[in-house]
């Protein structure tokens, strides 16, 4: 998944252990919270371990949790 990390066009700051990323292009991920498979530009490291994707949608769930 490093490869992933060299294809960020764009960071946000991170919101606790998560930072959301902006790909060159879409990818297939699986979400380390849910587990849905999905294929998309943004997605979510947690805790800087690009081996832990989230998704967007659980990243938006978890961030609002986080405050």
Same mark, same amino acid.
């Given at each position: 998944?490093? =490869?992933?990390?060299? !294809?960020?066009?764009?960071?946000?700051? #991170?919101?606790?252990?998560?930072?959301?990323? $902006? %790909?060159?292009?879409?990818?297939?991920?699986?979400?380390? =919270?849910?587990?849905? !498979?999905?294929?998309?530009?943004?997605? #979510?490291?947690?805790?800087?371990?690009?081996? $832990? %994707?989230?998704d967007?949608?659980?990243?938006?769930?978890?961030?609002?949790?986080?405050?």
């Open positions: 998944m490093t =490869r992933l990390a060299n !294809r960020v066009v764009r960071s946000e700051p #991170a919101q606790g252990p998560l930072q959301l990323h $902006r %790909l060159d292009r879409k990818t297939g991920i699986a979400c380390s =919270r849910c587990g849905t !498979r999905s294929q998309t530009t943004v997605v #979510a490291a947690l805790d800087a371990d690009w081996t $832990r %994707l989230v967007r949608g659980c990243y938006n769930v978890w961030s609002k949790q986080l405050g």
